[in-house]
């Protein structure tokens, strides 16, 4: 059965303390990875989608990278405003419909 | 370019009544999509549309009903809404339904069943 797990539930930072969001996935047949933020009230936003093991992908303070069971969200020196949920979502081969995680809180402190 | 549309925003509806939601997106987009977030569990998807006149169950059906009449509007309806259906809805369209498509989401409305 295809899962998605991610940990923590929620990370408080201060502002400017890097770390790392974390997305352990099994499915069959990655198809794709896709993470996502999402403020309070509104609707996620695309944020990157990962193909395949190794590959990398950068925008602004966030760095998305992929390996064959989990991705992982860095951000570096982050400031309030990534302040956000961020939601990790997998496609296989089952089927095309996106497998979503749970999120994680990301509450950055200035 | 709005992108993707829903109204209401937010709704209380009493146990037993009928309620449309309803979503237009401007990108002709041929798939469309609506979810249910709820506290502590993922995105779920309930009902989708790979084009028009065509559509497809997804994890959590039970109790709702779609139509795609055309490529722009894509509304779900609570025939006879029950308190386990209050959640935030989310309507969200992509190209194609393909595997490498991406999703995008309207901001959502909020339903509490009384």
């Known amino acids: 059965e295809d899962q998605v797990t991610q940990s923590p539930e929620a990370l408080r930072l201060q502002e400017g303390e890097s770390s790392s969001l974390n997305c352990s996935y099994t499915v069959s047949g990655l198809r794709g990875l896709f993470w996502y933020r999402q403020d309070p009230g509104k609707g996620p936003e695309f944020l990157f989608t990962?193909?395949?093991?190794?590959e990398e992908k950068e925008k602004e303070r966030l760095k998305a990278t992929l390996t064959k069971k989990e991705s992982f969200l860095h951000i570096t020196a982050p400031k309030p405003e990534d302040s956000a949920t961020y939601l990790c979502a997998v496609r296989g081969d089952s089927n095309y419909q996106l497998i979503w995680g749970a999120g994680t809180k990301l509450i950055i402190k200035p | 370019i709005a992108g993707i549309t829903q109204a209401p925003t937010s709704q209380i509806l009493a146990a037993g009544r009928r309620m449309t939601l309803r979503c237009t997106q401007d990108?002709?987009?041929?798939?469309m999509y609506w979810y249910r977030q709820d506290l502590g569990l993922g995105l779920r998807l309930i009902h989708y549309s790979n084009t028009a006149g065509t559509t497809g169950k997804g994890e959590v059906p039970d109790g709702y009903s779609v139509s795609r009449a055309n490529t722009d509007d894509f509304p779900l309806t609570l025939a006879s809404a029950v308190p386990s259906q209050t959640s935030v809805y989310f309507c969200a369209s992509s190209d194609s339904g393909g595997p490498t498509d991406t999703q995008y989401f309207g901001p959502g409305t909020r339903l509490t069943v009384l």
């Open positions: 990108m002709r987009h041929n798939a």
């Open positions: 990962l193909y395949s093991a190794g």
